[in-house]
């Protein structure tokens, strides 16, 4: 403790203090106390306020301060005791919130929770105490006790009545019943216009409703008060984008980079904007210039790294992504971008460089593996790929998605028992694991190895992702080679209206229609799948080219 600041207080309360000796005086124990905590010498303020109450035991003063150092202290037991020796002193309805406060903070929610109901007792019309026990019911899960304490508040003269709509707000909301929630919000606002909690939830209520104008006025509302409020901004910021109000969200975004030119988000939201309206060029200036101010902020490089490679300028993406990696060499989200962008220019040797790299620089993350085994494979390699896959397995065994990756490059390679073998161990860790089950079903069903199983694995995977288009493909294939088509082409119809783009759905869909006696139809389908096979590097399915012209030579 600062020596010359306890002496002029001893100096101080001695003046003040006339005739008293200092024994006799129980202030100077209280200054020394708090100056003492203010300066975190909590042992010293202990003792000092201990004295203070042994000097003045009627005092709620002295007993809060000691309380509050104890708990500061972790000293819980004695934080208690002295807690209970106040409740026996003092009954007035604020010091029933106080030692609920003090039993809520040491985690002792029961206690608080009885005080309260205590407190209530005892003064059954204090609507202090009916709103903290409100806000304890409400905690505790019991939201009929809570609402009925609040509709009690809300007709009293409580001086955060806005608070109490608040909680109200939020009962209706774990009840299900937003536009309710709304309305009590709504009072709370009309109330308090400059909390957070309150504006962004009912702005949040009325977006989930679909009532964008009756947000975006909570936000202007709220604006008024204060006109640079993050929050505020940000959401308005967010109705606009949602409802198309490109130029307005470009006002707000742009206002909010100046308020704001350190975060991240606001940086982000900008670029995208820009990215949505044609107009990423113009951010590349403003980003530079704010780099050569700050040039080791990575996440402002990352942004002008996107806003390069927006704009196909894909020299000046990687140089920048680059540099930020120079900064941060560990940081995922940079290696990320780089490794995409060199994929993306074909530069794979590259890639795969940088992997490596940053698989020495952090062993533990075997991720890098994966993502090298996937480049390895676009680049042709698929050999290599298996290899590395099987690397990163070894470190992490359990990893049930590393063997499902591995029987897809094996699947590639031809070796398709060795390819199942992989499938059934990602199945083993994870039996719910719904991608290799139809992986797995689909393959026995091309193949027409075990249908009638592969039709089962099929319809497991449905029961983890009843709706996917493409689990619903596949289970529309194994009718279809079980001779069901009816119920293929009822499958069928269903996948047909989510996946219009797909050669292998366009084919399955033309091959049932063209069961169920529907040529011409299956002709258009089998031409539209040809079409799109013809702007494919590869064929999603070995043979697929000419499966669809056989049958389009057998439908003349």
């Known amino acids: 403790m600062n020596k010359v600041l306890i002496l002029l207080v001893f100096f101080l309360v001695n003046m003040s203090c006339g005739a008293l000796s200092r024994e006799e005086n129980p202030y100077f124990y209280y200054v ?11 042992k010293s303020a202990e003792e000092l306020c201990e004295k203070t109450v042994s000097l003045m035991p009627d005092t709620r ?34 010091d029933y919130i106080f030692l609920a406060k003090v039993f809520n903070t040491i985690g002792n929610f029961r206690k608080a929770l009885k005080i309260l109901e205590e407190g209530l007792k005892k003064n059954p019309e204090n609507p202090q105490i009916m709103f903290y026990l409100a806000d304890m019911y409400l905690k505790r899960g019991k939201f009929k006790n809570a609402e009925d304490l609040l509709k009690k508040v809300i007709k009293t003269n409580f001086n955060q009545k806005e608070q109490a709509y608040y909680l109200l707000a939020r009962i209706e909301i774990l009840k299900g019943n937003l536009k309710k929630a709304a309305d009590y919000l709504e009072k709370a606002f009309s109330i308090e216009k400059q909390n957070p909690d309150i504006f962004v939830l009912l702005g949040e209520i009325y977006r989930q409703l679909g009532e964008y104008k009756k947000a975006e006025n909570v936000y202007l509302q709220a604006l008024k008060y204060n006109p640079d409020d993050f929050q505020a901004l940000s959401r308005l910021f967010q ?10 969200a470009k006002q707000i975004i742009d206002k909010l980079a100046k308020l704001y030119p350190f975060e991240k988000d606001v940086l982000l939201k900008q670029f995208y904007l820009y990215l949505k309206i044609n107009k990423v060029k113009q951010l590349i200036p403003k980003l530079k210039d704010y780099i050569k101010k700050h ?7 990352l942004i002008l790294g996107m806003a390069y490679e927006a704009t196909g300028d894909y020299k000046n993406a990687e140089e920048v992504y680059q540099k930020a990696l120079k900064i941060k060499p560990d940081d995922e989200e940079i290696i990320d971008k780089l490794v995409s962008l060199l994929v993306k220019e074909k530069k794979y040797q590259k890639a795969i460089d940088i992997l490596q790299e940053a698989y020495i620089n952090n062993p533990q993350n075997y991720t890098y593996l994966e993502e090298m085994a996937d480049v390895e494979d676009l680049s042709g390699h698929t050999e290599e790929a298996v290899e590395t896959i099987k690397e990163a397995i070894e470190e992490n065994p359990k990893d049930e998605y590393l063997y499902f990756k591995l029987a897809t490059y094996l699947d590639k390679l031809g070796k398709w028992k060795e390819a199942e073998k992989a499938l059934k161990k990602a199945i083993e860790i994870r039996p719910n694991f719904s991608d290799a089950l139809n992986y797995l079903g689909y393959s026995y069903i091309i193949r027409n190895e075990n249908v009638d199983e592969g039709i089962e694995l099929v319809k497991k995977a449905l029961k983890y992702s009843p709706d996917n288009p493409a ?17 293929a082409y009822e499958i069928i119809k269903k996948v047909i209206k989510k996946i219009k783009d797909d050669p292998v759905v366009l084919y399955h869909f033309g091959a049932i229609l063209e ?30 080219k000419e499966k669809i012209k056989q049958r389009l030579k057998n439908l003349k």
């Open 32 to 42: 020394m106390c708090k100056y003492a905590y203010l300066n975190k010498d909590f």
């Open 515 to 544: 069961a169920i006696g529907e040529k011409e139809k299956a002709k258009e389908y089998y031409k539209k799948a040809l079409d799109l096979l013809k702007n494919m590097k590869e064929e999603p399915e070995k043979g697929l």
């Open 239 to 248: 109705i606009y984008v949602e409802t198309d109000q490109y130029e307005k």
């Open 471 to 487: 689990y619903l493909d596949s289970l529309a294939w194994g009718y279809y080679k079980k001779g069901d088509y009816k119920k």
């Open 295 to 301: 040039p080791n902020d990575t996440d402002a490089l």
């Open 61 to 94: 003063k002295a007993y809060k301060e000691l309380i509050k150092i104890l708990i500061k202290e972790n000293k819980i037991q004695k934080a208690e005791k002295y807690a209970q020796i106040y409740k026996s002193k003092f009954k007035s309805p604020d």
